[in-house]
């Protein structure tokens, strides 16, 4: 079993900073990409940010050049830096895990999904 726990949400005023982590632990062989997702209330699920297991990023074009993904692959975390927020970052994060899990001989592929934490940017 894997388990995802997000950390760092809270409220915020407009043009300040949060640092979300997620770990990951449990079963895992090991961690693909990892990303960060956020759901606005009545809006899709979409994507914010990406990073793979060797560094790679890409982000949505609404957070590029204010939000920075990172990762520690010796401690399984994944980070989002999160600067200059405006009210319409406002959502609940997600993280998202692609990993193999241990025990597993085909090597197959599985999406994990945390919890979620909250986020909101309000004078």
């Known amino acids: 079993q894997v388990q995802l726990v997000e950390s760092g949400g809270g409220l915020v005023q407009p043009g300040g900073s949060l640092r979300l982590s997620c770990a990951a632990s449990?079963?895992?062989?090991?961690?693909?990409?990892m990303a960060w997702y956020r759901q606005a209330p009545g809006k899709q699920r979409e994507l914010v940010a990406v990073?793979?297991?060797?560094?790679?990023?890409n982000y949505a074009a609404s957070v590029k050049g204010r939000f920075t993904i990172s990762r520690d692959n010796a401690k399984n975390t994944v980070y989002l830096q999160m600067n200059s927020l405006k009210p319409e970052d406002t959502a609940v994060y997600h993280c998202?895990?692609?990993?193999?899990?241990?025990?597993?001989?085909?090597?197959?592929?599985?999406?994990?999904w945390g919890q979620g934490t909250q986020v909101t940017v309000s004078s």
């Open positions: 998202h895990a692609n990993l193999r899990a241990t025990g597993d001989p085909s090597l197959k592929l599985y999406d994990y």
């Open positions: 449990g079963s895992i062989f090991s961690l693909n990409a």
């Open positions: 990073i793979t297991s060797g560094g790679t990023t």
